[in-house]
């Protein structure tokens, strides 16, 4: 690094950083954010070209993702020997889009855990497909409550009959959803077809392969988000036998301000990278927080007194689809005039 982050040019150390950063997860794979310089400090802001204006009204999806995004610089400083320094939502400092300003200052060798984070970010994928029946060991979901817990936010993980009920709550939204033509129209320009996949990768659309989209589940309910996804998708998707008993966890926060939805996504992130170094794969069930968030209906049963930014189902699963990302370029327009 050069300076407190960066200097006049943008160091190998610091392109890690952000392709870090745009490595993260983010819902429908829409990737809202944007880096951008201000001195030595690193802005990261919503990208609103990007946003989801109909799925996402009040822009909880956006500050998740950006969250995610956030968490994964973090772990890069670390990996790399610096100390990350964020604050967050740095007003009225900065216009409202910034959502945070990371320095990093010189820093110690990363611990072994560290280390295996940074390892994991560039494995970690959602994955849409089944998992088996294989349960996931006590002791791993103590090691995921214990992420959640370190970014100030709590890790539910539900049992049998919880677990069945949460999903049956996300399919009756999911049914809503791909009843509503809005929301549709919205979901169609983010799932890449077979066609689109074929250009060169530095032409692709952004958003969701077909590939990647779940399949079509035999069980109901089912453990992936099914009946919108699969609405708008430009082709039928083959049937699939999805795990008997799903192992679902709601990620949740004491507040539900904007400043939580970053520490949220940030939390989130830090889940999904312990599970991944813990072997396990994730995927998201995202439509029913997306559909009260559109304040089509109210859930009709949800009895703990979090509140709710994701659902997650875990397990063991083939590797799933890589889906294209942002260039540097793309994701920080400073970065031609800067890169040495």
């Known amino acids: 690094m050069t300076g407190d982050f960066m200097g006049a040019t943008l160091t190998e150390d610091d392109a890690l950083v952000l392709l870090a950063a745009g490595s993260a997860p983010s819902v429908h794979n829409s990737q809202p954010w944007q880096f951008s310089l201000d001195g030595s400090h690193l802005l990261l802001s919503a990208d609103p070209d990007r946003a989801l204006w109909v799925s996402d009204p009040t822009a909880r999806a ?51 855990a560290e280390r295996e984070l940074y390892e994991a970010l560039w494995r970690r994928r959602t994955n849409r497909r089944p998992f088996s029946d294989k349960p996931v060991p006590p002791a791993v979901f103590a090691k995921l409550r214990h992420a959640a817990a370190q970014e100030r936010a709590s890790l539910r993980v539900l049992d049998k009959r919880d677990g069945t009920r949460v999903l049956n709550l996300a399919r009756a939204a999911s049914r809503q959803l791909s009843a509503n033509v809005a929301h549709q129209a919205e979901l169609r320009q983010w799932i890449v077809s077979s066609q689109e996949a074929d250009v060169p990768a530095d032409e692709q659309p952004y958003g969701i ?29 083959p049937r699939a036998a999805y795990e008997q008993f799903p192992q679902v966890a709601v990620l949740s926060t004491e507040n539900d301000e904007p400043e939580d939805w970053l520490r ?16 396990l794969s994730a995927s998201f069930l995202y439509q029913l927080v997306s559909r009260d968030d559109m304040h089509e209906a109210e859930s009709p049963w949800w ?18 689809v890589p889906v294209p990302r942002r260039s540097l370029a793309d994701i920080m327009p400073e970065f031609r005039e800067l890169w040495t």
């Open 264 to 279: 949220a996504g940030q939390a989130l992130q830090h889940v999904l990278l312990v599970a991944t170094a813990s072997g």
């Open 209 to 237: 392969p077909l590939d990647a989209l779940p399949l079509q589940p035999d069980r109901i309910p089912s453990p992936v988000r099914d009946s919108d996804f699969l609405s708008a998708a430009p082709e039928e998707r």
């Open 303 to 320: 009895p703990w007194p979090e509140n709710r930014q994701m659902i997650i189902r875990f397990g063991y699963g083939e590797p799933p």
């Open 62 to 112: 956006l500050y998740l993702s950006c969250g995610a995004a956030l968490f994964s610089a973090r772990v890069a400083l670390l990996a790399l020997g610096y100390q990350p320094r964020v604050r967050l939502l740095p007003h009225p400092e900065y216009p409202f889009r910034v959502l945070a300003v990371i320095d990093a200052a010189s820093g110690r060798p990363p611990t072994p």
